[in-house]
């Protein structure tokens, strides 16, 4: 086993030079009958937007700290010592961006023996040891609180979690080894890969004390004195602490196997087998089932330094960046000062996607949002659906009764377009058709006045001609959303040619509010994320209608690493959805754009795949095989993946030159938002680098040097 006293980490230092370092602060706190408590405090200096961050110098630090309180302790001065950190936050784990600096794997193995040798020392101080979480604290920052004895938690704790996996590493600092042996391995299982793949989600303050994380929770006003104080009766033995969550012998015989098999087969259903971090946490989590410390932390150490040499980790920090960053600061973004104030929203339609936008423009603009449609039958039913999904949120807590009235009050529905002459926006979500769009904006222009801004949710059709039959055609603009509404984070803001500056700039503030991640993009067919997946459909159903089987062409995508296959993604959007969008890029670029009469047919058939009663995919439906069959010159798998690959770097090549977005990263946000294409492949482009498909396809790559891992 590894023996972490004997390893020189100073080298380490080198690569940090300009680490803002975490310092840890001791002071001693007087407890009961004569005892003392070290609490030792981590604060790198900065406000709460500079979170304490564990990059080498503060690992090193905090490790001399506990190797001098160990002293202490063997000498009887202390009789306890406990971790918290600056106000709101413990630590939010390492600096990724020094991570991804690491340059090969002797380093990275440094790295994760490092957080070992330094965390571990809380464990190993000589006297009972908490950890006080004060706030957030991700990854390396909840490790910490794992190495404790004993741990508290402040109950407005906004952010709990080890979200490597998300990022394609894995808790490598104690957390797969010692997590599911404080909580089980089913309550493990969901903070190490369950919650990451959910968009990362993260625990609150109640959830770590359910969970068993933590033995107390205590109020944010008292937080630290109550810590202190319960601290205090643990030490004296006035306190015992029951831990339900932790695994017995049951558990490990039985339960522990079988929580990691169910597990394996629910990622091979859900995300394939391509990303490499759920799976190594899935290995260290069954490996932790012993019960061996340095076992673990061993399997631990090297399972971290293969991941952070790799293609994946390089793409999922340059992916966390774009979502981070770029996203924050939309390229080509008009002055916010010119974004019109918006006072009401009128929705155009009352169906479900119609109904699910007034929801979201009234719950977070909090301003008046009245919807119509041709009858009040269909009026009435969208109010119906909107006042039922905020009696949902009601009941789940998410907001107050109060809210729910005032939300409910603020949201009308009519018949008469008069009703929205005082607009400040309009968005319809009607029929995907030119014609029809057309005339709903000619006749709401007849009543809003002329500085109310008109935003069409078109997903293919160009703005401008949807605009064509407007007096005003520079307040229009695209605000394409993704299906949910609710849960995908991205817009594709559409410039039109003749959009204004003031037209651009309220859409971007809007979809600020909405709390969504905006990109801006030209006026050209499918904008990005429909243009980008029409490639790919396009490619695929050509290969079924040349006489591929379905389950070849699945194959051939598999390196992709997405979030489902071609055609579940079909039935996903809808089989005429998707002949629609295959029809209206063929239509622009005949060139490169198959149609598919075949898929026409599907529609109308209406049935792709065979699903089990809990909705999983089992094969295809026999009705559909019947109607693709035909087709005299299938192709392997291999020719699929080499066309597609080599048509998405021509194609976006293509619409960079256009300047359809701005960049490169441009293109990958909306894939990675709007698509939920994966973290780990970096969206599209630096996949499309690695395999060489930008060289064969325009003879460069989009990045300079391309994302890719360092090897050994």
């Known amino acids: 086993m590894t023996d972490y006293t004997k390893i020189d980490f100073t080298e380490l230092e080198g690569l940090s030079d300009d680490e803002v370092v975490t310092h840890s602060y001791v002071r001693d706190v007087a407890l009961s009958d004569g005892r003392v408590l070290a609490l030792v405090t981590l604060d790198n200096g900065r406000d709460h937007t500079r979170p304490n961050t564990l990059g080498p110098k503060s690992l090193l630090e905090y490790a001399d700290t506990l190797d001098r309180l160990a002293e202490r302790a063997k000498a009887g001065d202390i009789h306890a010592v406990a971790v918290t950190g600056k106000p709101f936050i413990l630590a939010a784990g390492a600096d990724l961006s020094k991570i991804a600096e690491i340059p090969n794997r002797e380093i990275a193995l440094r790295m994760a023996q490092l957080g070992h040798h330094a965390l571990g020392k809380l464990h190993t101080v000589g006297v009972p040891s908490f950890a006080f979480i004060n706030g957030l604290a991700l990854g390396g920052g909840l490790e910490i609180g794992l190495h404790a004895d004993y741990r508290t938690v ?255 009050a603020l949201v009308t529905g009519t018949t008469d377009k008069a009703d929205f002459a005082d607009c400040d926006w309009v968005i319809e979500a009607v029929f995907e058709e030119l014609g029809i769009k057309q005339d709903v904006f000619a006749e709401i222009e007849q009543h809003v006045s002329p500085e109310a801004v008109l935003a069409t949710n078109t997903s293919s059709l160009s703005v401008e001609q949807i605009g064509a039959k407007l007096a005003n055609p520079e307040r229009l603009v695209g605000f394409h959303f993704f299906n949910p509404v609710a849960v995908m984070p991205l817009i594709e803001v559409v410039n039109a040619p003749k959009t204004d500056d003031a037209t651009l700039s309220t859409a971007m503030v809007i979809a600020a509010k909405l709390r969504k991640n905006a990109v801006i993009t030209r006026d050209t067919p499918g904008f990005v994320v429909n243009r980008v997946l029409a490639k790919v459909l396009g490619e695929t159903m050509h290969a079924v209608d040349e006489g591929t089987p379905f389950e070849v062409v699945d194959e051939s995508v598999t390196p992709f690493g997405l979030p489902m296959g071609p055609f579940e993604l079909l039935e996903l959007v809808g089989l005429k959805v998707g002949a629609h969008v295959l029809d209206t890029h063929h239509g622009a670029f005949p060139e490169r754009f198959f149609a598919s009469d075949n898929l026409h047919r599907l529609a109308e058939h209406g049935k792709l795949l065979e699903r089990d009663g809990k909705g999983n995919v089992t094969g295809y439906d026999k009705g559909a095989v019947k109607i693709v069959a035909g087709g005299t010159n299938p192709m392997t798998a291999e020719e699929i993946r080499t066309r597609l690959e080599d048509g998405l770097a021509d194609e976006i090549h293509r619409m960079l030159e256009d300047d359809v977005v701005h960049a490169p990263e441009d293109i990958d946000l909306c894939m990675i938002l709007g698509a939920g294409w994966p973290f780990q492949m970096g969206g599209a482009t630096p996949y499309l680098d690695r395999v060489g498909a930008s060289e064969r396809a325009f003879g460069d790559t989009f990045h300079h040097p391309p994302v890719a891992g360092v090897g050994a």
């Open 154 to 408: 402040d109950a407005s704790t906004p952010a709990v979690a080890l979200p490597e996996v998300f990022l394609g590493i894995v808790p490598a600092w104690g957390g797969a080894t010692l997590l599911p042996n404080l909580i089980g391995i089913e309550n493990a299982l969901k903070v190490v890969i369950e919650n990451p793949l959910k968009q990362n989600r993260t625990l609150k303050g109640k959830d770590v004390l359910e969970l068993g994380i933590a033995d107390r929770i205590f109020a944010s006003a008292a937080f630290l004195e109550d810590s202190i104080r319960w601290a205090d009766d643990v030490v004296a033995g006035r306190a015992k602490v029951k831990r339900p969550n932790e695994p017995g012998k049951v558990e490990r015989m039985v339960k522990w196997d079988a929580a990691i098999g169910i597990a394996t087969k629910m990622l091979k259903r859900r995300i394939g087998e391509v990303q490499q971090s759920p799976y190594a946490a899935l290995e260290l989590l069954k490996g932790a089932k012993a019960n061996d410390r340095e076992a673990g932390f061993a399997a631990e150490d090297d399972a971290l330094a293969d991941l952070i040499v790799g293609d994946q980790l390089q793409a999922s920090i340059y992916a966390f960046n774009l979502v981070q960053k770029r996203a924050k600061k939309p390229a080509g973004a008009p002055d916010k000062a010119l974004a019109k104030p918006v006072t009401k929203v009128g929705v155009i339609g009352a169906g479900l996607m119609a109904s699910q936008f007034a929801l979201l423009f009234v719950r977070r603009l909090q301003v008046p949002v009245v919807i119509t449609d041709l009858d009040q039958a269909r009026v009435d039913k969208g109010l119906a659906y909107i006042r039922d999904e905020i009696g949902t949120l009601e009941q789940k807590g998410r907001i107050s009764p109060d809210e729910a009235n005032r939300l409910r």
